[in-house]
């Protein structure tokens, strides 16, 4: 863990008790699918907030009702999110609800459930991907393999690596450990980084199936 927090492409959401109680509602296997939903959203909507930060701003001041002014910054540059279907389109309507007419690309990649081999079936992106930063989402962050995939499909479309921001919720650091390696120039924002994974390639303490549970598929 302690290599892991040295990592500068890696931000987790601070440890404040709001955060850890968010988690521990999320965490619980005994939470219904509504709470899980309610809470799920709030926290999505914060590592969103959070990913936003470290897209580039300029400078620019504006004048307050009181006659002063501020010293302010403005977002520069075009931005669009890509969910890894099907949890990451869990995210969406928090990116929606920050970035108003966002574009929303979408890459299915479906995770093999005994050997936790990730498999492309599908991606649909925005034409001009290439001139955009990307918010990729995702909630969960396992092996790797998934996350991996994606990023290869979007440098494929033309996106810089270093314009990727890819978005979660819950990372092992396995999963940090490759994709960092793989791609040292993208960053990663996530709410908080677990213990490991389990021999099923489930993150330990995790949260379980994401996708299952928020979809209620279980
Ligand atoms: C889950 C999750 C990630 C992936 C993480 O998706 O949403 O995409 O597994 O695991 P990895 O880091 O080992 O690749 P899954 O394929 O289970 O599909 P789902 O979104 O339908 O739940
Ligand atoms: N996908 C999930 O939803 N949970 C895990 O722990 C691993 C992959
Ligand atoms: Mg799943």
């Known amino acids: 863990m302690d290599a892991l927090n040295d990592k500068k492409q890696l931000r987790t959401l601070g440890t404040t008790n709001q955060i850890r109680g968010l988690l521990t509602i999320l965490r619980n296997k005994e939470t219904s699918r509504a709470d899980f939903i309610f809470y799920s959203d709030r926290l999505l909507r914060l590592v969103i907030e959070e990913a936003l930060g470290y ?10 009702p009181t006659g002063s002014v501020y010293n302010g910054v403005e977002f520069t540059g075009k931005v669009c999110g890509v969910s890894i279907v099907r949890a990451g389109e869990s995210m969406e309507n928090a990116l929606r609800a920050s970035c108003r007419d966002i574009r929303i690309g979408k890459i299915l990649i479906q995770r093999d459930e005994d050997t936790g081999l990730p498999k492309l079936f599908y991606s649909k992106l925005p034409k001009d991907i290439s001139e955009r930063h990307v918010l990729l989402l995702d909630p969960m962050l396992a092996t790797g393999g998934s ?72």
Do not use: H, W
């Open 55 to 64: 897209l580039p701003f300029a400078s620019q001041d504006v004048t307050t």
């Open 147 to 218: 996350a991996c995939q994606a990023v290869e499909v979007l440098v494929e479309a033309g996106v810089k690596p270093d314009r990727i921001i890819f978005v979660n919720l819950i990372a092992a650091p396995e999963g940090i450990q490759v994709m960092t390696e793989r791609f040292p120039e993208i960053k990663i924002v996530t709410a908080e980084v677990d213990e490991k994974l389990n021999e099923k390639k489930y993150i330990i303490p995790g949260i379980g199936d994401f996708g299952d549970r928020y979809f209620g598929t279980l």
